[in-house]
């Protein structure tokens, strides 16, 4: 099945920091999610974002499917950026999505 | 606007003992439907996913079972809980893109 690698693994920034996480994964997708989990559990919905570019606020991912690999941009960190953040792909349709090992972030303030 | 629910909240229980979680969505019809768990400090594994009542498909064999009475209810259940079913389980919805309930915390001891 398909492979997806988040990088860094753990990200550490002062409060005000920009920060880009990185989603690689193995083969050609049809469906791609950026998620934030939050220190409660709840995943949060960021983007749906199979190729292209979309900005939400101070969030913003670019992903470029011939290449195989999607980047999320975080602007202006808050404390309450805080958590996992998840990239999740799908092949055919979104009944199988994989999801990567996520990358945990910590706002400094 | 859709939302989704899980319950309990938090859930521990013995080895051997029955398992039973449930999750509703509100607010859409004939909706995808998901399991996942997450095992602490990992990412989400896919455990079921069902395209309509009744139609249940399983990506990881093992001692646990979904099943979907209801167009927007769906169950996990076992017969008897292993200490390594302990994990957060995720109930999420979609037809797209896909939304995450709030998750219910198991322990097994």
């Known amino acids: 099945g398909i492979q997806v690698e988040q990088s860094p693994p753990d990200l550490i920034l002062q409060e005000g920091a920009n920060s880009t996480l990185r989603c690689n994964f193995s083969d050609s997708v049809n469906n791609l999610q950026w998620f934030h989990q939050n220190p409660w559990g709840q995943l949060i919905n960021l983007f749906y974002i199979p190729s292209g570019t979309k900005q939400n606020g101070r969030l913003s991912a670019t992903t470029v499917a011939t290449e195989r690999y999607s980047l999320l941009y975080i602007s202006s960190s808050q404390t309450t950026d805080s958590g996992v953040y998840f990239c999740a792909v799908g092949e055919y349709n979104n009944n199988d999505m994989r999801f990567g090992a996520g990358t945990r972030l910590t706002v400094k303030p | 606007s859709q939302t989704i629910h899980q319950w309990p909240a938090t859930l521990v229980q013995p080895v051997g003992s029955p398992l039973s979680l449930e999750c509703t969505v509100e607010?859409?019809?004939?909706?995808?439907l998901y399991w996942y768990r997450q095992a602490a400090g990992r990412g989400l594994q896919l455990l079921f996913y069902s395209v309509g009542i009744g139609q249940i498909s399983s990506e990881v064999p093992q001692n646990l079972s979904a099943s979907r009475p209801q167009d927007r209810q769906f169950i996990l259940s076992s017969k008897k809980l292993l200490l390594s079913d302990s994990g957060f389980y995720l109930c999420a919805w979609g037809l797209v893109d896909q939304f995450f309930g709030p998750g219910t915390r198991l322990t097994v001891l």
């Open positions: 607010g859409t019809s004939n909706p995808n």
